[in-house]
Every structure is written in structure tokens, then in C-alpha cells.
């Protein structure tokens, strides 16, 4: 590529983002907002089917109710008329019929606190203006769109935004040859690899961040990272039969995170869920008497990132294998023409009933919340 001097950088013309195999080749001007991705064009609207049902303003349920006379049963009154009104909502959500363009804008080396290393990646897209993530495991996975070279850029610039193979060193010059690591960087992708381990997780603040033991979003990702970061040789005999089925970790995982709080509805909404769930809701009943589906999500992005990563049918036809005990998920990562194809799915145990309740999460609320997706949302955990 051209030596540009490295005060070209800022000044660099907006990117221009050559439409990806899987976007959408023209996109119906009738929405609305901006999205993270400039196309040289004027950005393309968002056709109704893409937009997500969670963006219908709700109305909190008994709000116009005199609960003054009889609270309890006129609370329940209205959240059974209201569940009988809205049944339709709790149909699994649509798939969409194209994928949206993604583009990893941006990608650096996360050293953890278990010892194992990961390259987080930072994603655009024409769909929404949420930065949606990529946790990769392993030196294997690359994402297509980081790695383009941008017109103009300098060797610089692509180290700073994660384009470059091996590791980075102090007074590291090219981003395409790692001089102290050259071996490893360039023997990447020469030997057949196990499908890699795929997990598509959903913002929860509440249990990943704020200690919650309302659900088991926090030990769900901690447990992906550790299956997707643990040598086979370091997996002791009392570690879970998913991971000791493992066969191999060298193709590295994927964890797709995405910015769907509270499957969808966003924190504040979840939060009034829960209020109506300390009311005599299950996870379900609550949603809907918000006036939102039971699951609001949609998982276009995540395949679309997935295809980006080189997961997709197109240059792995072998598959992934899904962390997941969410059969909708399943089907629906797989995209409208199977662009991503699930070899397997692994089944996510909580470590409560793995352990007969030694460790993972104890409350009551927990126990609701999972017989509750067992019962009403399919999931399988077993
Ligand atoms: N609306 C709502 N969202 C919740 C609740 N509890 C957890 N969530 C959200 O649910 C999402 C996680 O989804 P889960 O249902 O746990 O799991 P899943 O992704 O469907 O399936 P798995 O792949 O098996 O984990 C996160 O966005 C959480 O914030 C709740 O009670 N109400």
C-alpha cells in the first residue's frame, strides 16, 4: 500500500463502505434516523419490517386503573384482559428477510482476569446507532471489514484501529508482519480447524453488571468466555460435560453481544417488568402488560457480524457450534438463506442445577424466571 505520511490520517476523507455480500442492495426511503454506516450516499432509510417492535411507545398497564377500591383485582383484571389482547405477541419475532450491513470499525487485545486473552470488536451498522460487539477467542477469526484497507491510511492508522496480524510491540512498523511473532501469525488458517463455539448474548445491565440474581444472563457469559478460553488440557474431570465434550479449542469462539437489553425493550422498560413481576407477573405475563413482546429481539446483526468474522456458509461450510438453550435463536442465526449454518447447539446448564445448588445463583426469583422460559419461551435446558 502507498507510504502516505502519517500526518494524513486525520484528514482522511469520511470511508467510503463497499456494500457486504449480505446487505441489502437498496434499501425503501419511508424511515427514518442515521446510522453508523456512510455509504458515499445519503444514508439508507430503515424499511418498516426492520424496525424493531420494542420502538412502539408502551403505556404502563393499570395506569388508567382506579386501583383505589380493590388494587389487587383490578391489577389482575387488566393484566388478564391484556394478555388475552396482546396473545399475538407472543410468536416468536419475525425474521427478517435481508441482513443488514455491519463494519467493525475498531478492534484491541483484552487481557482478562482468568488469564486468557480476546480481541474485542467494535461494530457499526445500518440499522440501528448501538455499538454492538464481537468477543473473539483465538487468533483465528478475522473480521473481513476490519481488515480492508481503507484508502489513504497509513500503517499507523491501521495498527491504532486493530488491522494488524500477530501482536503489537513497542516499535512495531507494519501491520502486516509481526516480525517477533511472524511464524504464528502467518501459519493462521492453514490447518483444519473444529467449527468455532458461538454465543449470541443480549445486553443485560442488570445481571452482568448490578449483581442481580434475577436471571442467569452474568453466569451465561462468564461460563461462554470460560468454554471458549480454557485450554482442553486445563479441563479437569469435575469441569461441565459441555466442556469436557469439547474437542477442541483451537478454532477460538465468538461472542456476539448485543445491545438488546432486556430482551429487547431496554433497561427502563425491563425494570418496570421486574415492579410487575414483584407483583405477581412471571418474565412473560410482564412484557406483554407493557405492551411489548414477549422477546422483542431480532438476531439479523449478529449473523451479519458472524459472516463478517468468517463464520458464514461462505467460507464455513463446516458451521458453528451454538451456546444456546433458546431454539428460536437457533433458526434465526442461521439468517433468511441460511447464511450462517448451526452445526450444533450446545446446551447452557445453570451452574446451580449443575452442581446441586454448591454454586451459581439461589433465589426464588431465578428458579420463576427458568421454569417460566421452560415453560412458556421453549427453552430447552437440559
Ligand atoms: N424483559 C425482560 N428481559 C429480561 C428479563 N430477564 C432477563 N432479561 C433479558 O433477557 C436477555 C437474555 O435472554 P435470555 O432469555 O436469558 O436468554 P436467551 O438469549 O433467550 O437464550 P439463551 O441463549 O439460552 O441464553 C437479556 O437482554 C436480559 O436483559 C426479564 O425478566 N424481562
Known sequence: MADLPAHASPKLPPQ??????????????DASQGSGITTGQQTPALPNSL????FTPPATPGGTLNLTSNPTKALHESQA???????????APKLLSQLPQVECIVRARIPTTNGAEMFLHLYHND?????????????KIRSQSLDRVYPGETEMDRMIRGAYVGKLHPGRVSSWFDDEKNAESQSEGQTKVEPP???IHSECYTGETAWSARCDCGEQLDEAARLMSFPVEDLSSDAPPEAQSLRSHSAGGVIIYL????????LGEKLKAYNLQDLGSDTVEANLLLRHPADARSYGLATAMLMDLGCGADVN??????LTNNPDKVRAIEGPNREVLVKERVPMIPLAWRTGGQRGIKSSEIEGYLKTKISKMGHMIQ
Not at 424496525?51 to 420494542?54: I, K
Not at 384482559?81 to 410468536?91: L, M
Not at 461450510?317 to 451454538?322: C, I, N
Request: charged residues 25%; neutral net charge.
Open 81 to 91: 384482559a391484556s394478555i388475552r389482547h396482546q396473545g399475538e405477541h407472543t410468536k
Open 16 to 29: 467510503s463502505h463497499p456494500p457486504t455480500s449480505s446487505g441489502p442492495d437498496a434499501l425503501p426511503d
Open 259 to 266: 445491545r438488546q437489553e432486556g430482551r429487547g425493550i431496554g
Open 317 to 322: 461450510p463446516d458451521g458453528v457450534r451454538l
Open 197 to 199: 463455539l458461538v454465543r
Open 51 to 54: 424496525l424493531s417492535p420494542a
Open 127 to 139: 440499522m440501528d446507532n448501538k455499538e454492538h460487539l464481537a468477543i473473539v477467542f483465538g487468533n
